[in-house]
């Protein structure tokens, strides 16, 4: 399985924009980019996932570098509720089924 | 419904005991899934199930047996258990197509004494 390396930690205030980023140099060219949240006491969340292209929803948006070998995940106006651990992920199209988490970023919003 | 649940949410038992986790969904899933999440780190997948049949088991121990009865439920049997297996359970679903994003549910949290 392809590897991804994220800080530990980050730090951001409420209501100002929060930039995650994700390092996966060794990406195939198959392989989707997943981010799962977790927020305290509770199961993982899914929160958005990419190919090549830059993705928009609702809770964020996925900015994928053009060599794919990094990913910015953007919470665009923090509040409290965001604090939580980010996970990005790869996910390859065999054993598309399996996510193997790597150990995250916990994300602290300063009120 | 977007909600996986999962019953109970705790549990204590000791390490002769036979217990049940259990997990149910209603968005029409037919993929589900255990993790086990240890204090302070990531979780790791134990097993998956695919249209009702186990698909990946990354090597857990038989003190661990899942059962998918039905395309809506996922059971986890445990017998025997050490005190090194107190954990978060989760369970989590997903489609088998597009993005397989999985829901995942709040867990049980297990311990063994």
């Known amino acids: 399985d392809a590897k991804t390396t994220q800080p530990n930690s980050m730090e951001s205030n409420e209501e100002e924009p929060v930039h995650l980023p994700c390092n996966h140099s060794t990406i195939s060219g198959t392989d989707y980019i997943h981010w799962y949240r977790q927020l305290p006491s509770q199961g993982p969340e899914y929160v958005i996932h990419?190919?090549?292209s830059n993705v928009n929803n609702r809770m964020a948006s996925l900015a994928i570098a053009e060599d794919r070998k990094s990913s910015t995940l953007i919470l665009h106006r923090a509040t409290l509720r965001d604090a939580a651990v980010y996970y990005c992920?790869?996910?390859?199209?065999?054993?598309?089924?399996?996510?193997?988490f790597g150990q995250g970023t916990r994300l602290t919003i300063n009120p | 419904d977007t909600e996986v649940t999962q019953t109970p949410k705790h549990l204590v038992m000791g390490m002769t005991n036979k217990k049940s986790l259990k997990c149910e969904q209603h968005?029409?899933?037919?993929?589900m899934y255990w993790y086990k999440q240890k204090a302070k780190k990531p979780p790791e997948l134990m097993f998956v199930?695919?249209?009702?049949?186990?698909?990946i088991n990354e090597s857990v121990p038989s003190r661990f047996s899942p059962e998918c009865p039905n395309s809506s439920l996922l059971n986890l049997h445990l017998h025997a258990l050490q005190p090194e297996d107190s954990a978060l359970y989760l369970c989590?679903?997903?489609?088998?197509?597009?993005?397989?994003?999985?829901?995942f549910g709040p867990g049980t949290r297990l311990t063994v004494t």
């Open positions: 968005m029409g899933h037919r993929a």
């Open positions: 989590a679903s997903s489609q088998l197509s597009q993005g397989y994003e999985q829901y």
């Open positions: 199930y695919s249209y009702e049949k186990l698909s």
């Open positions: 990419g190919l090549t």
């Open positions: 992920i790869l996910r390859g199209l065999r054993g598309a089924q399996k996510l193997v």
